[in-house]
């Protein structure tokens, strides 16, 4: 690969011109960079649109482009997820070297030591309203002497108001907007794994919203079987049967809680977790058609660079785009491993409310054996049936929804599979689920090295 003496930083650049430089629908810029950010290859769309010539970006620092318009808190953000080993996306503003500037949607990934990134020219709704909170931001961040810290939590923070519950959900969305958008502009046809992926997002998040619904219900009952053990207490000195009753609801209702946060907190929220690798997915499949795209470009490029390195890079990015399709199908399983392990839990927590049915049904019995008991017990009785009758409904409506996250995921991995490949018999279902509750394993997965990254 060429090496040049490396460009000092942009600093020295003139002011904002105010002009953009003009980018079309149809190019990619791209950039290969080694761990600390300096650039290893670039294409010659990167080259136009920076104003430098092939020779002055090898060996040069990214930050070369980097424009004083964008906030602190993006790049924070940014390589957060990438020193993780995982793909970052996001809007940046970026000059070039006589001042005017361009904007993109870049789409970075780590492979072989470094850092791969694909730029299109973004238009979509989400890309004008970011671009008018990044200057909202970055006015912040100097009148407030921010950290990159503060700041990332102030835009983490914005985002969550306008809708996106995180920062791979922003992530996701962007790109694939940006793709469809991208796509309508040059009469291609979206691609359809990226389009149905789209489309389990939106029964991911009513999941989401359905296991927040549930905690909450749970959180509401949590109260009622003491309230029945203090009404016992005054009911039946000695203790009697309404005291042993509201002893076993309150045992049955601490282990069916226990269960509860076990698949819904932290590392075990299967939902969460789902989300994640959905997510991932719909991330790395728009990554890849660009990865292949760009590989084409590379090949029959209009200038630089010169033969054997075209032959190289297009070998390197080639690779690339292949293996972010494999690590789609990692994801894909993780996620049919997720949904089949939540329709379980689900199917498991409501066997477990049927048993408290059961105690509260004798506890309902046992109140009517006489008028003073039935008074005393019946304003609780009757909340504790609202309230387990919800959770019930709740449960129901959380495992449909898995099935149908379980059963689009399956349809995405068979319009993945190369025509004539066959499918291995699935193994017997988990102990106590329905048979939809059958899924494929992923297979390993090797932790991301940790990598030492310069900011931009």
């Not at 953000?77 to 020193?83: A, G, V």
């Not at 498991?348 to 049904?361: A, K, M, P, Q, Y």
Request: some cysteine.
């Amino acid at each position: 690969m060429m090496q040049a003496t490396p460009t000092p930083s942009h600093a020295g650049a003139p002011k904002d011109t105010g002009q953009e430089v003009p980018f079309e629908m149809g190019e990619l810029v791209y950039s290969r960079t080694d761990e600390r950010g300096v650039i290893l290859a670039a294409n010659d769309v990167f080259e136009r649109l920076g104003g430098f010539a092939y020779s002055e970006m090898i060996g040069a620092p990214h930050k070369i482009v980097r424009h004083p318009d964008m906030p602190k808190a993006f790049f924070h953000i940014f390589w957060q997820y990438l020193k993780a080993g995982e793909p970052a996306v996001g809007y940046v503003k970026n000059r070039s070297k006589d001042g005017r500037h361009y904007w993109v949607l870049a789409a970075a990934i780590p492979y072989d030591g470094g850092y791969f990134s694909v730029r299109m020219r973004p238009s979509s709704a989400i890309f004008h309203t970011i671009r008018a909170e990044y200057a909202r931001l970055r006015r912040r961040e100097e009148t407030e002497k921010l950290s990159a810290e503060a700041s990332a939590e102030i835009l983490l923070s914005r985002l969550k108001e306008l809708g996106y519950h995180s920062y791979p959900e922003f992530m996701s969305q962007a790109l694939h907007q940006e793709s469809l958008a991208r796509d309508a502009a040059l009469g291609k046809p979206p691609d359809k794994v990226a389009t149905h992926l789209s489309g389990l997002v939106t029964a991911l998040n009513d999941a989401l919203k359905e296991q927040t619904r549930l905690v909450s219900l749970f959180d509401s009952l949590k109260l009622l079987p003491v309230n029945m053990r203090l009404i016992a207490a005054r009911l039946e000195p000695q203790g009697g049967p309404i005291s042993q009753i509201s002893m076993n609801y309150k045992t049955s209702f601490d282990n069916i809680s226990e269960k509860l946060s076990k698949f819904v907190t932290g590392e075990g929220n299967i939902c969460g977790q789902m989300d994640i690798a959905v997510r991932r997915s719909l991330i790395l499949s728009n990554c890849a058609r660009l990865h292949l795209e760009m590989a084409r470009h590379i090949r029959k490029p209009d200038r630089t660079p010169p033969e054997v390195e075209r032959s190289e890079e297009y070998q390197i990015v080639e690779t690339l785009g292949q293996s972010s399709h494999a690590r789609v199908q990692i994801s894909l399983n993780e996620a049919l491993r997720l949904a089949a392990a939540l329709i379980a839990s689900a199917f498991e927590i409501r066997r477990l409310v049927l048993g408290l049915d059961t105690i509260r049904i004798l506890g309902r019995v046992e109140s009517r054996r006489d008028h003073m008991s039935e008074v005393a017990c019946s304003a609780t009785l009757d909340q504790i049936d609202a309230v387990q009758a919800e959770i019930s409904e709740s449960l129901q409506s959380l495992s449909n929804l898995a099935v149908a996250i379980q059963t689009g995921l399956s349809l995405i991995n068979v319009s993945r599979r190369p025509e004539g490949e066959t499918t291995a018999q699935p193994g017997p279902p988990t102990a106590g689920a329905p048979r939809a509750a059958r899924a494929a394993s992923p297979p390993p997965q090797a932790a991301p090295p940790t990598r030492r990254v310069a900011a931009e």
